[in-house]
């Protein structure tokens, strides 16, 4: 099982729609959780953080984290084609030793809004 | 602004051949990063360090090594390069436990 798993899609919202972008997670004691975006030909760049159960608001921007189903998701408000790019999820590992500063990634939801 | 630069932003090379893609970041942070991004995997982790003399193989290490000598610094080297190493690499920087990593520009490497 992977450590972090997202549907790669593509995922197509009309412009003015909510998209949705889920991720899973193996390690249930994993601490904090990133929603990065990545338009073609660039790189990463962080949307969102979450570290606590429940939703996080950031304009347009809703992460959503549920420690007990391993589960996070970002929901993107009025989608703009401008939001058009892949979308990654990161999760800080853990080994025995506790939280570590590794981030693992998933392989990334493509988002394509249409106008 | 603190920025991270890598170098080559693009570079072919030959099978067998090594290769050094440089990082530099100018955060401060001890936490430094190599991935690997491909179609359909995503970023995988190749080497990271915490610190100055500290280096970690990550899920991909096979072929690739890295040495750190300062905080600025961390280049990754393909000791022989092979073509399954063709792919775009990313550093990145992150400052302590549970906060975000911040990335360079990318090498988009193409071994021939």
């Known amino acids: 099982q992977k450590e972090v798993e997202q549907n790669s899609g593509p995922l197509s919202v009309p412009e003015g729609a909510i998209a949705s972008l889920n991720c899973t997670y193996s390690d249930r004691g994993s601490q904090s959780f990133f929603w990065y975006r990545q338009y073609s030909g660039k790189s990463p760049e962080l949307i969102m953080s979450?570290?606590?159960?429940g939703d996080k608001e950031d304009g347009r921007f809703t992460a959503q984290l549920n420690k007990a189903s391993q589960y996070v998701s970002l929901l993107i408000r009025d989608s703009q084609p401008s939001d058009s790019a892949t979308y990654l999820c990161?999760?800080?590992?853990?080994?025995?030793?506790?939280?570590?500063?590794?981030?693992?990634f998933g392989t990334g939801t493509l988002l394509a809004v249409q106008p | 602004d603190a920025e991270i630069t890598q170098s080559p932003r693009h570079k072919i090379t030959e099978t067998g051949r090594q290769v050094t893609l440089a990082c530099h970041q100018t955060?401060?942070?001890?936490?430094m990063f190599w991935y690997r991004q491909d179609l359909g995997h995503g970023l995988r982790l190749i080497h990271y360090s915490y610190g100055v003399h500290d280096t970690n193989k990550g899920e991909v290490s096979d072929g690739y090594s890295v040495s750190r000598s300062n905080t600025e610094d961390l280049p990754l080297t393909l000791e022989s390069a092979a073509s399954s190493q063709t792919s775009v690499y990313f550093c990145a920087t992150k400052d302590r436990q549970n906060t975000e990593a911040f990335f360079g520009q990318g090498t988009r490497l193409t071994v021939v």
């Open positions: 979450i570290y606590s159960n």
């Open positions: 990161a999760v800080n590992s853990r080994n025995y030793g506790g939280a570590t500063n590794k981030l693992i």
């Open positions: 955060w401060n942070h001890n936490n």
